[in-house]
């Protein structure tokens, strides 16, 4: 089944402990992104990589990083989390660019 | 980024009664893409539209891109409960996909 699996769903954690959102997607795709979004904002993309070790910004990058060194995986790692980075969490893949994205699940992250 | 304006934010409708949702861009758009998130789902690719004009329709739903490719639309004819959610619109720029703040749509029975 094509899909696009995030790992954990739910994390609780605690301000300034590194933590990593793991994505991974199973069609070959070449383009995946990372989105957050909060209540009256939408979806704000975060990071995006047209490729392997392509990697660019979004709208709002400061706090993550990310690293795309195989093609079917994009984690997103927070060096030091803080409250303003509680949200839900999802990741997106597509084949090149606007085409139909797939999307995970989503992680539902709070910083306490 | 250059976000496209999705109007309304919030929509409530009787079911039976239609429903519209508007997407602007002050810019020429090369296609626009719509989606749609089930409470507390992922969002859910609808349909993408690149033509000039273009009528797509899926069922009850209409989707429009406007003649000079700055706007769209997606409306519901006699919504249902089923159409309860987020309904976002997205333009491609430079590699990336930009949506809108989406809309939302309840649906009372």
């Known amino acids: 089944e094509a899909q696009v699996t995030q790992n954990p769903r739910y994390l609780i954690t605690v301000t300034g402990k590194k933590l990593t959102v793991t994505c991974s997607q199973n069609?070959?795709?070449?383009?995946m992104s990372w989105y957050r979004q909060d209540p009256g904002l939408g979806l704000r993309q975060i990071y995006y990589?047209?490729?392997?070790?392509?990697?660019d910004k979004g709208d709002v990058p400061e706090g993550y990083k990310v690293s795309r060194k195989e093609k079917r995986n994009f984690p997103l790692i927070l060096e030091s989390p803080s409250p303003n980075q509680t949200s839900l969490y999802f990741c997106?893949?597509?084949?090149?660019?606007?085409?139909?994205?797939?999307f995970g699940q989503g992680t539902r992250l709070t910083v306490v | 980024g250059q976000q496209v304006m999705q109007i309304p934010q919030y929509q409530h409708v009787q079911e039976g009664e239609d429903f519209t949702t508007y997407c602007n861009s002050s810019t020429t758009l090369s296609n626009i893409q719509w989606y749609k998130q089930r409470p507390g789902g992922h969002p859910v690719f609808l349909i993408q539209?690149?033509?000039?004009?273009e009528v797509k329709k899926q069922k009850r739903l209409t989707f429009q891109f406007g003649e000079a490719k700055k706007n769209s639309s997606l409306h519901i004819t006699a919504t249902q409960t089923t159409d309860v959610g987020t309904y976002f619109c997205a333009k491609g720029s430079q590699g990336n996909l930009i949506f809108g703040k989406g809309t939302k749509l309840s649906v009372k029975p």
């Open positions: 990589s047209m490729n392997v070790e392509v990697t």
């Open positions: 539209l690149v033509k000039s004009g």
């Open positions: 997106a893949s597509s084949l090149p660019q606007w085409t139909e994205a797939f």
């Open positions: 069609m070959n795709h070449e383009y």
